[in-house]
């Protein structure tokens, strides 16, 4: 049996760092003339698990690609300088839950994320000691997370169960036959968790959540 994670908003409180440092990008885009307003957190939080690509093409496609590029990069950077100054904040419980699964099966971590912001998290919260294996979207060209499931799917042994708190990571279960677990005190809301197998709203109903998938498989 294997367990997919997602991230930002399951494992992680991303907003801790993610809306400091695209309120600081904004800043920069206005010094170089932009046309940029304040957003306030619930607009910035819609954008917390969406790849590059995507939230780039929803926030402003109006700008180049390679603004976006020096934008993202800012971005990017501003945050990992955040997590390897301790600014960065886990959920309570969230990696005892993720070690507790481990008894299970295989833990894997697969976020819509940049390689260098997921080796600043594992030096930061030695990730490593609690996740079998590690991947990001942007070692497969920022491809959606279903179809980077399915190119690794093959190296497990199923059933699957995919955790996470955004549509993308239902997509990903629901369009490669697995179940899924739906974290609503992260970044999604109930209508984008509709499709989820199970509900949950605290770090511990997920992690009792989990439990129910594995009895599954006795």
Request: proline share 2%.
């Amino acid at each position: 049996m294997t367990f997919v994670f997602d991230y930002d908003g399951t494992i992680h409180d991303s907003m801790r760092i993610y809306a400091p440092a695209f309120r600081k990008c904004c800043e920069i885009m206005r010094l170089d003339g932009e046309d940029v307003r304040e957003y306030s957190n619930r607009e910035i939080e819609k954008w917390i698990g969406m790849d590059v690509n995507a939230m780039w093409s929803d926030f402003r496609p109006d700008i180049s690609e390679d603004k976006k590029k020096k934008y993202s990069g800012f971005i990017g950077e501003y945050m990992e300088e955040l997590i390897y100054s301790g600014r960065a904040v886990l959920y309570d419980g969230a990696l005892e839950a993720v070690r507790q699964t481990g008894v299970y099966g295989k833990t894997v971590f697969l976020s819509s994320c940049k390689r260098s912001y997921m080796e600043a998290h594992k030096k930061a919260f030695d990730l490593g000691k609690y996740f079998d294996s590690f991947y990001c979207t942007e070692d497969y060209g920022f491809k959606p997370k279903y179809a980077v499931f399915e190119n690794i799917k093959g190296r497990y042994d199923g059933p699957f169960v995919i955790i996470g708190d955004r549509y993308s990571d239902m997509e990903t279960a629901f369009k490669n036959g697995a179940r899924s677990i739906g974290c609503l005190y992260g970044y999604g809301g109930e209508k984008e968790l509709e499709m989820a197998d199970i509900k949950v709203r605290t770090v511990g109903e997920m992690r009792q959540a989990i439990l129910s998938e594995a009895k599954r498989d006795i």
